[in-house]
């Protein structure tokens, strides 16, 4: 057997782990920690439980392909068979027996093993492999391991390993457990920067360093891509020389079939250029690889609390990640590592990945959480705890799924826990069996788990001539029934055409073998069990509309009302704007289901898939009935509405009478300071009389007359609008009590005397005053009505001489002054004289101070 790097330190990794029960391992890509660890460990007699009996070693993996090629590896090198000393289990599918004492399985269903028997009583050691990927499932099992440890079983062993992460931190949270470290590959990598790669795109990228690095050097290559659509762009730009110069392309990706990603690990008699994603980032050797071409991106999972879905952004990969990739390159030989970006970009790039766990929606962690009992999620012994935030919106979306009740698990949660399938599609398997569909259910959920099985269709829909030409004259009720039977046909006759695309067989099979997992899962008896499940539904639900059914309440908060008939615009619950997608069928229901979103930075999230809702479903819980009262921009009043809502989506709406009970008048004050300026809207006669209240405020400060501003009509609003349901309403209406409301009796009886609306001039008429803040009050009256006064009339306690604005009979201003009695000695003679001829009728006395 090969030496390995890491076996120089397997004695250290036994010694420390029989010593603290927890350990944690640092080895770099290629040393060899997956395949030798495990062996080591139950070498040494440490794989033994507190009775002495032989346990266990679960090896976690977090990915299928790694899971299954590791235990094959292990077995080889032990020279056993698989399935016999050393085993596998992952997602619907495994190989072990009584004898298997290592058994490597993905950590999903470690987690489910853990809610069947909490103590994992059979188990001596569980090892954590690649725990830098941080994903959610590990964070969790680790924290549960934990405590199982600390509080069940405390001769239970521990073992994190990472090729890139810093250990400190978990030997830390392993109560300061030994941590190792295994420096060096197996084989050098030599690291290649392109510096012109910025701008370009990623295939040209990709096709150009494949061409530089195939000439320089031997072997197979392995190209990190970002997703499955950059994987197709790549395969299709090399086609031709691949066939020219005998080279196999094969693409590798999680959603593949396990036997599909299998075949990628074998030997070829051509040089194989496999074109993947991370998953081909840990744990797995591929056989004769020596070069890596690192396109340095990755579509990372993410939570949008905004839109309330997780999505795939195209990200820069991290340091510690783009050190595994190159890993990758010397495993078996000396190799070399291309990376698409500078030296520079390097620099900046993180130095980890953000933790799945503070990113990502967390329903089905949480379900499992409430499943083993944990109810106080801040004292739960988190590794790292996730955003409060996070937990509580997943705690949410729980409730409206029926598995919790008032924060306590119902039994419908609990049997969703169970199931292999995030909390949304197992909820959907338990309805259509509860509706008499259970595998029709199967199918669906095995369905919305995995990518789409049809052909050039990441998503699903209709991509063919013959498919798009019947998406554009009809109409379906759920594009996701139409790809179930497509599905069902192809069981049931091998058919692979349909309306939604074609079907690619493998991946077909693969759903059909979940989906005969998940049923039997229902009931442990197959047919059998499908007719008894089948006899509890109602005989009124048609097979299609089981289905419709069961999807809606795997998304109900995802339910969208269309904006109007057959437009693919909607308004999904939350209030979020949702535009059909071109390949959707469900083009007339007017209500639906927004199945598959995501995000293409529009305003509104495109639909890929939906289904059908009818009205007539939604739960009676969740649907309520209220007047609403709102501001009408087009008739500038407040109006009454009467709404039907599931949960905030309006459903109806009619129009009815405001109640006399609901005061209206801080939704019109609302209104009007959002849509006027209010100094268009005040009546001139508040606006006079506020200027009055102002000026005797700073003339006669000892009344202690309030402050209100040069503008303080929105301070007056809400008052003012009381009563008052339109805006021609508030025209007619003057807000001089509004602002009485402010002053004493004192104060507006002082106003009255000392600030005067009006004076009283010779002859009885009562001319206005015109008031303005900072400046002496005006007085405008013709010469005749003037006779009498000797000197300046003054207000405000005689502290205040009257600006007086002289007019002539024609009411035009002849003199501007604060001194009559100047007027009278040296204007008032000369203006006689030119005046008297013009007015004769008007008296024009020699002595003006006589009325």
């Known amino acids: 057997m090969e030496r390995l790097p890491i076996d120089d330190i397997l004695p250290q990794v036994t010694e420390n782990l029989a010593k603290s029960r927890a350990l944690v391992l640092k080895a770099a890509p290629g040393a060899g920690k997956t395949t030798r660890v495990p062996p080591a460990i139950l070498d040494a007699g440490l794989a033994v439980l507190a009775d002495k009996k032989p346990g266990k070693i679960v090896v976690l993996q977090p990915r299928r392909v790694a899971a299954r090629a590791a235990a094959a590896r292990i077995s080889e090198e032990r020279g056993t068979a698989l399935g016999a000393e050393i085993g596998y289990r992952v997602r619907h599918e495994g190989r072990s027996s009584k004898e298997t004492r290592i058994l490597i399985c993905t950590t999903g269903v470690f987690l489910r093993r853990l809610q069947d028997d909490p103590g994992i009583e059979d188990v001596a050691v569980v090892i954590f492999d690649e725990f830098h990927e941080r994903s959610v499932d590990s964070d969790l099992a680790l924290a549960l391991t934990r405590q199982v440890q600390q509080e069940i079983r405390p001769d239970l062993n521990i073992v994190v390993m990472s090729a890139t992460l810093d250990g400190a931190p978990i030997a830390s949270y392993l109560n300061d457990c030994p941590a190792l470290e295994c420096p060096g590959r197996t084989y050098p990598v030599d690291i290649e920067y392109m510096s012109h790669a910025t701008n370009a795109r990623i295939d040209d990228l990709v096709v150009d360093g494949l061409m530089r690095m195939l000439d320089k050097n031997d072997g197979d ?94 990200s820069r990969i991290s340091k510690a990640s783009a050190t595994q990739r190159a890993g990758r390159a010397g495993r078996t030989a000396p190799g070399a590592c291309l990376r698409l970006w500078s030296e520079r970009e ?64 119902t039994s419908l949660g609990k049997e969703m826990a169970r199931l292999p399938l995030q909390p949304r599609l197992a909820r959907l398997l338990l309805e259509g069996a509860h509706l008499g569909q259970p595998r029709r259910a199967a199918i669906c959920a095995a369905l919305l788990s995995e990518r789409p099985p049809f052909k050039n269709e990441e998503r699903g829909g209709p991509k063919d001539h013959h498919s798009a030409n019947y998406q554009r004259t009809h109409h379906t009720d759920s594009d996701v029934l139409e790809q179930v039977r497509a599905i069902e046909n192809f069981d049931d006759n091998g058919e692979r055409r349909s309306i939604m695309g074609e079907l690619l067989p493998g991946p077909t099979k693969q759903v059909l073998k979940i989906s005969d997992q998940l049923t039997r899962l229902l009931d442990g008896d197959g047919k059998d069990g499908d007719a008894k499940v089948k006899a509890k539904a109602k005989d009124t639900v048609t097979a299609d509309d089981a289905l419709l059914r069961a999807i809606m309440v795997a998304f109900p908060d995802r339910i969208c009302r269309r904006r109007k008939a057959k437009d693919p615009r909607a308004v999904m619950v939350g209030g979020r704007g949702i535009k059909l997608a071109e390949q959707s069928t469900v083009f007339e229901a007017p209500m639906f289901v927004a199945v598959d979103m995501v995000d293409l930075n529009k305003p509104e999230l495109s639909v890929r898939r939906a289904s059908a809702v009818e009205q007539g479903w939604l739960p009676q819980n969740l649907i309520s009935s209220s007047i609403d009262v709102s501001y009408d921009k087009s008739r500038q009043k407040i109006v009454a509405l009467k709404r039907t809502r599931f949960c905030d989506l309006v459903l109806d709406e009619s129009v009815a009478s405001i109640p006399p009970d609901i005061d209206v008048s801080a939704a019109l004050a609302q209104a009007v300071a959002e849509n006027f300026d209010l100094e268009t809207l005040v009546d001139d006669k508040a606006k006079e009389y506020l200027a009055r209240v102002q000026c005797l405020r700073e003339w006669l400060p000892e009344l202690e007359l309030p402050d209100l501003g040069a503008s303080p009509w929105e301070t007056f609003l809400t008052s003012w609008c009381a009563g008052c349901t339109s805006v021609a309403e508030l025209r007619e209406r003057s807000l001089v009590d509004a602002i009485n409301a402010n002053l004493t009796y004192e104060q507006r009886t002082a106003l009255a005397k000392e600030a005067p609306e009006q004076f009283k001039l010779t002859g009885g008429r009562f001319a206005k ?26 207000i405000a306690r005689s502290r205040v001489p009257l600006m007086l604005h002289i007019l002539a009979p024609n009411y035009r201003v002849q003199q501007i002054t604060h001194d009559l009695a100047g007027f009278w000695k040296n204007t008032y003679p000369d203006l006689k004289k030119e005046l008297k001829g013009r007015y004769p009728k008007h008296k024009w006395p020699d002595d003006p101070l006589q009325k």
Not at 222 to 228: A, I, R, S, W
Not at 348 to 375: F, K, N, T
Not at 380 to 406: H, Y
């Open 221 to 314: 290559v392995l190209v990190f891509l970002p997703g499955v659509g950059e994987i197709r762009q790549v395969q299709n730009a090399l086609e031709s020389k691949a066939t020219n110069e005998k080279l196999a392309l094969m693409p590798l990706y999680g959603d593949m079939a396990l036997g599909d990603q299998q075949a990628v690990l074998l030997p070829s008699k051509n040089r194989k250029i496999v074109l993947a994603t991370n998953v081909a980032e840990t744990s797995l050797t591929i056989d004769g690889v020596t070069v890596v071409i690192d396109s340095g991106l990755a579509r990372i999972n993410r939570f949008d609390p905004a839109l309330g879905i997780n999505r795939l952004d195209l």
């Open 346 to 409: 390097q620099s900046q790039m993180d130095e980890y990945e953000l933790p799945e766990i503070e990113r990502v929606e967390l329903s089905e962690c949480m379900l499992q959480l409430l499943a083993w009992g944990e109810h106080d999620f801040d004292a739960f012994p988190w590794f790292e705890k996730p955003p409060a935030a996070v937990i509580e919106r997943a705690l949410e979306l729980l409730e409206r799924l029926g598995a919790t009740e008032g924060g306590k698990l």
């Open 769 to 794: 005053l015109q008031y303005e803040l900072g400046k002496p009050p005006i007085l405008p009256a013709r010469i005749q009505e003037l006779f009498g006064f000797s000197k300046t009339p003054s």
